[in-house]
């Protein structure tokens, strides 16, 4: 096994320097509802077991990817290294860009790691399901367009989607009328989700994209 050179706070704080042109922490997650003071502790090594789901966001916001974070904990020169890579033209500073983050799959999130159930027996389906279902089977849309359409932060989006935080009566006020509907229980009970969402957009095209 390689030996590291640099512990991962240094590698975050020298990114951010170089990668993000001395942006503040605050700058750097802007597109993400993560606090400032969280990648401040990490750039100090204060946090020992970071979440990774929340690390693996942050590192792209620098346009950076885990393999290329472990070659630069190992690299000699952090600062030199950092710089070469500013020199190639597949990087791009990902806060600017962040509908290519990568997130990760809602369901396969929720299933394994899901905070929020529903506490109706009939309900067959969540309103993480029913969010996900417009979005993957019916718009084929990104994370970051579906957080513009409910007017949230794609991060607080894809929460919802991943049964991490409640799905908000705002976004749920926005699903109704979406599916130009005053009652999303039939959604929540159907035994095919698709099926059911499918036929609601098909009487009102209007709302599906062009």
């Given amino acids: ?18 990668l993000a042109d001395g942006a503040s922490h605050a700058e750097v997650l802007k597109n993400l509802d993560i606090p400032g003071w969280y990648l401040s502790e990490l750039e100090h090594n204060h946090i020992a077991h970071p979440n990774s789901g929340l690390l693996a966001l942050i590192i792209q916001c620098y346009g950076l990817d885990d393999a290329q974070v472990a070659a630069l904990e190992q690299t000699p020169d952090l600062t030199t290294a950092l710089f070469e890579l500013t020199l190639t033209t597949e990087l791009k ?38 969010l996900r279902c417009i979005r993957l089977d019916n718009e084929w849309c990104p994370i970051h367009t579906a957080s513009l359409i409910y007017g949230v932060s794609p991060m ?28 999303l229980q039939p959604f929540l009970e159907a035994e095919n989700l698709y099926a059911a969402v499918s036929a609601q957009l098909r009487e009102h095209p209007e709302n599906l994209p062009n």
Avoid at 1 to 18: E, S
Avoid at 95 to 124: C, Q, T, Y
């Fill in 1 to 18: 096994m390689a030996k590291q050179r640099h512990p991962l706070g240094d590698v975050l704080y020298k990114a951010r320097l170089v």
């Fill in 93 to 130: 500073l990902a806060a600017n860009h962040h509908e290519v983050l990568d997130w990760p799959d809602s369901a396969i999130f929720a299933a394994e790691h899901g905070i929020i159930k529903m506490r109706d027996p009939r309900a067959i389906n969540s309103y993480a399901d029913i």
């Fill in 156 to 183: 607080a989006y894809w929460q919802m989607e991943a049964a991490q935080i409640p799905v908000s009566n705002q976004v749920m006020a926005v699903l109704a009328e979406r599916l130009r509907t005053d009652d």
